[in-house]
């Protein structure tokens, strides 16, 4: 039973890997707390795990994955209990499908994620230099237009991943999304890998495959991936995954922190020199044929549940009901299967506190058959509704102030934290999208009709956690200067868009006070009504238009009155009580550090292979291969260390001592392959002769990494 990656009763038993990893969490925080872990050390260790250090000193947030962006009644009630518990009584829902909690204590961190592992649910590798959650689109398995189930390939891909030695160290994170409509939910393009369902007619027989692209991502320099294949077979799928995340991990940027995505490797490169290197890297993979025992239940014919009888009874009169008829417009999905809908549930900014959380988690349990699903808008789908309880569905959502319309138009706007609690955050992205979301009932909600398909997404820095490169309308928090005074800002960007190969990054224009940015919207939205073609979209129709007259139309939003004049300009949103200010000598997280203060030493190598001949000499052999094994590792870890790679564990040096040194020729072609042997030597039964032998190996290596060392 796996409990990281299915929907479990809330009694799930912890495996042995994870209750000895939240022993050692607790562990390394006493050590922190004591001084014998640096602060940087720290920071690499709880980043694997998913804890963040907090715009406010002294208290962490913790990042919490759900592969595919699944999960259970259960799963949302324990949600809800630690947030109470250990954190601020609220969960916010991010772009990529995660949860994340805030204000937590650092000690109390291994105790919150032991009671989340057992619902099931990790935060392994939801932070740091790793693969992070591998999303899916959320209407995987019940979409009317769905092409095959990609979540059996989704939840695979997460199980090859976490705690894989290939993916622990790497030079920055890795996003991975697959999408299984004919419609792009996931923002497949701006993924580091993605994959796109599709079949291919091999005579009467249908094979699936992926369409899959490379090198997507977002950020200060967005960029959209780089078709590999068009037609990827499944059973190719983990091959491909392990092989790139190897070549990234062996030649992408290590110092340089914000040019260290694969983008950025493929732009150093070019693409077609990374695609060759690519595919001889496949060559080399070498995975056991078990990895795709998967695809059996694959291929199993998906059917839909007996649709239950009455769940409650329809509230009276709901036909003639304006809301409720907006309602089913916006939210109500058509399904795969007849009988049933899906239904989105709208959240403000990703927000839900746990009160309505735990009724939700209960409704879907009546409604849902107990799942949900996160959606890369922030907002919470339940995909199993049948069709005639639809009614009582929305009654129930009312009582619970969770049946507001709009989901996925432009009044549902997007947001990340941004400055409220993120460490990297210039401005306050949810207050401008609560602003922007609350003039629906005045200014912008005379647009409603002719914006309902556009978004608007704010995000509080350049990294573009709320993906603003990719929205209709998007901001990105900025500042500006007016007479020494610091001005809360934006930088605008139009015409972003997410569909395949329709994928557009928004074009910037400019940058505005953050007071002004509601009037912004307007404008834009005025222009484009003013301006329409026929059915011409809004995206069609500003481009259309041009920059320069945008520029112009907003011009007068740009200037700035003086503080006496306005004093308002000068505070941020959802922050009027505070002086605006940019937060300078702080340092953010999202990159993490590639490794700790402290360099290893050679010393310590040697220490271990002394030991080992020592047991030899007494005839503790299994204690010799022991010795001898981390006498190799603590040798690869001091020329790993010069080009800034770090390991966690033992296994992770000897693996990246081959993928960095051996497999990109600056060692030997006798030390490729090096990890699997000297792992199968180390587990073998204790004999004098393998002892003698892995010492020997022992020896050799670490007059190897030595010479690496002396390199220039």
Excluded at 147 to 172: C, E, H, S, T
Aim: hydrophobic share 35%.
């Amino acid at each position: 039973m796996n409990n990281e990656t299915q929907a479990h009763k809330r009694s799930c038993a912890l495996s042995p890997s994870v209750e000895k990893e939240l022993e050692d969490y607790r562990d390394w925080i006493k050590k922190f707390r004591s001084g014998e872990i640096g602060e940087i050390k720290m920071q690499k260790l709880r980043l694997q795990l998913g804890t963040y250090a907090q715009r406010q000193e002294g208290v962490q947030m913790e990042r919490i994955k759900f592969p595919g962006g699944t999960l259970s009644s259960d799963q949302l009630l324990c949600l809800a209990d630690v947030a109470d518990k250990y954190a601020s009584g609220f969960i916010h829902f991010t772009t990529r499908e995660d949860a994340q909690l805030y204000y937590l204590k650092l000690e109390e961190c291994p105790d919150m994620m032991k009671d989340l592992a057992s619902a099931g649910i990790t935060t392994r590798e939801a932070c740091g230099n790793t693969v992070r959650n591998v999303t899916a689109c959320y209407r995987t398995g019940v979409s009317a237009t769905e092409i095959f189930d990609v979540g059996p390939y989704n939840k695979a891909l997460f199980r090859f991943m976490v705690r894989n030695k290939f993916n622990q160290v790497m030079p920055r994170k890795f996003k991975i999304a697959f999408e299984g409509c004919s419609e792009d939910h996931s923002g497949l393009l701006f993924h580091d890998m993605g994959f796109k369902a599709e079949i291919r007619k091999d005579g009467s027989a249908e094979r699936r495959g992926f369409r899959t692209t490379l090198g997507g991502g977002l950020g200060g320099v967005p960029s959209l991936g780089f078709l590999y294949s068009e037609f990827l077979p499944e059973e190719e799928l983990l091959n491909l995954a392990a092989a790139t995340v190897r070549l990234f991990d062996r030649y992408g940027e290590r110092k340089n922190r914000m040019a260290a995505r694969m983008k950025f490797l493929i732009k150093k490169w070019g693409w077609e020199k990374f695609k060759a290197a690519l595919d001889e890297e496949r060559r080399q993979v070498a995975l056991p044929s078990s990895v795709n025992d998967y695809l059996k239940s694959a291929h199993l014919k998906s059917s839909a549940p007996p649709i239950p009888g009455s769940l409650a009874e329809n509230p009276k009169g709901l036909e003639r009901d304006s809301r409720y008829q907006a309602w089913v417009r916006d939210s109500v999905i058509d399904h795969k299967f007849p009988g049933y809908k899906g239904v989105n549930v709208r959240l403000k900014l990703g927000d839900l506190i746990t009160g309505p959380a735990r009724k939700l988690a209960e409704l879907a349990r009546v409604f849902s058959r107990g799942e949900l699903r996160i959606s890369i808008e922030q907002n919470l789908f339940l995909p199993w509704v049948p069709e005639k309880s639809v009614p009582a569905l929305y009654q129930a959502l009312s009582e619970i102030h969770l049946a507001d319309s709009g989901a996925e138009t432009l009044e549902d706007t997007t947001t990340c934290p941004g400055a409220d609690t993120c460490r990297l955050g210039i401005t306050s992205a949810k207050g401008l999208g609560a602003t922007i979301s609350g003039t629906m009932t005045n200014g912008l909600g005379r647009f409603k009709e002719l914006g309902r398909n556009l978004r608007v997404k704010i995000s509080g820095c350049p990294n573009g956690c709320a993906q603003h490169g990719t929205a209709n309308i998007g901001f990105q928090g900025a500042a500006l200067s007016q007479d020494g005074k610091t001005v809360p800002a934006h930088e605008l960007f139009v015409g972003g868009g997410v569909g395949f190969d329709q994928t557009t990054l928004g074009e910037r224009i400019g940058k505005y006070p953050a007071r002004n940015c509601t009037k912004v919207v307007e404008s834009l939205l005025e222009l484009y009504s003013k301006e329409k073609q026929g059915n011409e979209s809004f995206n069609v129709c500003l481009k259309r238009v041009g920059k320069d007259r945008i520029r112009e139309l907003l011009a007068p939003l740009a200037v700035i009155p003086s503080f006496e004049e306005d004093p308002e300009f000068y505070k941020d949103w959802g922050h009027e009580n505070e002086k605006f200010a940019i937060r300078t000598g702080i340092k953010g997280e999202c990159a993490g550090a590639t490794v700790q203060e402290k360099a290893p030493q050679m010393e310590s190598a040697r220490e271990h292979l002394a030991q080992a001949e020592a047991f030899l000499l007494h005839k503790e052999f299994a204690n010799a291969q022991i010795e001898a094994y981390e006498a190799m590792a603590s040798a690869a870890r001091v020329p790993l260390y010069a080009v800034l790679v770090d390991p966690f564990t033992s296994e992770q040096a000897v693996w990246e001592f081959e993928n960095v040194f051996a497999r990109s020729g600056k060692s030997g072609a006798e030390w490729v392959n090096f990890s699997e042997k000297v792992e199968a030597e180390k587990t073998a039964p204790p004999t004098e002769a393998g002892a003698k032998a892995l010492i020997d190996l022992a020896r050799q290596h670490l007059a190897e990494c030595e010479r690496l060392s002396s390199l220039p």
